[in-house]
T-cell receptor, first 115, second 113 residues
Framework: EAGVAQSPRYKIIEKRQSVAFWCNPISGHATLYWYQQILGQGPKLLIQFQNNGVVDDSQLPKDRFSAERLKGVDSTLKIQPAKLEDSAVYLC?????????????FGEGSRLTVL | DAKTTQPPSMDCAEGRAANLPCNHSTISGNEYVYWYRQIHSQGPQYIIHGLKNNETNEMASLIITEDRKSSTLILPHATLRDTAVYYCIVRVVGSSNTGKLIFGQGTTLQVKP
């Protein structure tokens, strides 16, 4: 079974530039998550989708971060403009619908360095 | 905020059992205990979860105290590949209100030869 796919694996940009990350979840998984993991910390949830609707985006810095999940499958996370403190690994995860309480399957992440 | 407390680091000898403790003294009746681990440069990986009974799978065993205020993850025969950060998480699970997976700092387990 194919896992959660993310790209790019690594990205280096200068502050005030923009960047986009892509995620393809496991087939059939209706719930998709984006997490931000700063070095030395545990992952922090940014946004959660159920199909193509947003369930929770309370921790998403909406002045610079945006995310969408068109057609309830792939998702993109965009940062514009980037700040130094956005340097982190951005993890995408997917799971079966929330009511089943199932495990989350994570991708390998996209490492962003903002200079 | 994370609702669990874990030691920041632990060592274990290869081949021995690794016992990772977790305190969750404010756990609610509808919250499950989940364990994930994160090997360097990879995404977190699900290990096991439970409500109040002890659980075992091919990866580990989960022992939850009777009052549910603490639990222990047991890796019965640790190998070098078990070196990772282990996260203990409490999470509401329900048909309409499954809660967020909120990660704390976790325990860094170092398995030594």
């Amino acid at each position: 079974e194919a896992g959660v796919a993310q790209s790019p694996r690594y990205k280096i940009i200068e502050k005030r530039q923009s960047v986009a990350f892509w995620c393809n979840p496991i087939s059939g998984h209706a719930t998709l998550y984006w997490y931000q993991q700063i070095l030395g910390q545990g992952p922090k949830l940014l946004i959660q989708f159920q199909n193509n609707g947003v369930v929770d985006d309370s921790q998403l810095p909406k002045d610079r971060f945006s995310a969408e999940r068109l057609k309830g499958v792939d998702s993109t996370l965009k940062i514009q403009p980037a700040k130094l403190e956005d340097s982190a690994v951005y993890l995408c995860a997917s799971s079966l619908p929330r009511g089943l309480g199932g495990e989350l399957f994570f991708g390998e992440g996209s490492r962003l360095t903002v200079l | 905020d994370a609702k669990t407390t874990q030691p920041p680091s632990m060592d274990c000898a290869e081949g021995r059992a690794a016992n990772l403790p977790c305190n969750h003294s404010t756990i609610s009746g509808n919250e499950y205990v989940y364990w994930y681990r994160q090997i360097h440069s990879q995404g977190p990986q699900y290990i096991i979860h439970g409500l109040k009974n002890n659980e075992t799978n091919e990866m580990a065993s989960l022992i939850i105290t009777e009052d549910r205020k603490s639990s222990t993850l047991i890796l019965p025969h640790a190998t070098l590949r078990d070196t990772a950060v282990y996260y203990c998480i409490v999470r509401v699970v329900g048909s309409s209100n499954t809660g967020k997976l909120i990660f704390g700092q976790g325990t860094t387990l170092q398995v030594k030869p």
